[in-house]
T-cell receptor
């Protein structure tokens, strides 16, 4: 059974640029959630996708957007990057949207300069 | 607003010295409380889910318990490899729009 994978591992961008992060769900999982984790903090919920549709969103501006594909892999897009967007971005998959257990990927470390 | 508070922020123990980590929460309609372990620079690793007050779960040297206001993660005779940040999260029932709300974690260091 393949776990959750994310790419790239690390990324450095300049303020104002756009970035796309990718996530492959664990086999058989149709729900993906994205989280932002600043240094020393717990993960903060960005949004969740279930069967290719957004299924809930946290307190993040519209420049944070996402997609989920028919194979349930997912992308997180961030436009107009700001310095405060520097964080570890985590993707978590679950069996379905009402499943209690979310399994996390290793994360993508984004640095905005 | 849902709130999760973990204490202490950091804990240093000698190998074999048992202790407990606390997670207190304020949420209406708790669906589940989760414990995760996170190593530096990595994603959280799922440990336990607790659904109702009085429930307990164990895994190796770890035991999680739940009351109506808080959860404890008991660590018995810890080893250096138990060093990590332990995160607590709650999930509230929201008609299919469930999300996890995390605490800031307890950074545990086990000294050989």
């Amino acid at each position: 059974e393949t776990g959750v994978t994310q790419s790239p591992t690390h990324l450095i961008k300049t303020r104002g640029q756009q970035v796309t992060l990718r996530c492959s769900s664990q086999s058989g999982h149709n729900t993906v959630s994205w989280y932002q984790q600043a240094l020393g903090q717990g993960p903060q919920f960005i949004f969740q996708y279930y069967r290719e549709e957004e299924n809930g969103r946290g307190n993040f501006p519209p420049r944070f957007s996402g997609l989920q594909f028919p194979n349930y892999s997912s992308e997180l897009n961030v436009n107009a990057l700001e310095l405060d967007d520097s964080a570890l971005y985590l993707c978590a998959s679950s069996l379905d949207r009402v499943s209690y257990e979310q399994y996390f990927g290793p994360g993508t470390r984004l640095t905005v300069t | 607003e849902d709130q999760v508070t973990q204490s202490p922020e950091a804990l240093r123990l000698q190998e074999g010295e048992s202790s407990s980590l606390n997670c207190s929460y304020t949420v209406s309609g708790l669906r589940g409380l989760f414990w995760y372990r996170q190593d530096p620079g990595k994603g959280p690793e799922f440990l336990f889910t607790l659904y109702s007050a009085g429930e307990e779960k164990e895994k190796e040297r770890l035991k999680a318990t739940l009351t109506k206001k808080e959860s404890f993660l008991h660590i018995t005779a810890p080893k250096p490899e138990d060093s990590a940040t332990y995160l607590c999260a709650v999930e509230k029932s929201n008609f299919g729009n469930e999300k996890l709300t995390f605490g800031t974690g307890t950074r545990l260091t086990i000294i050989p």
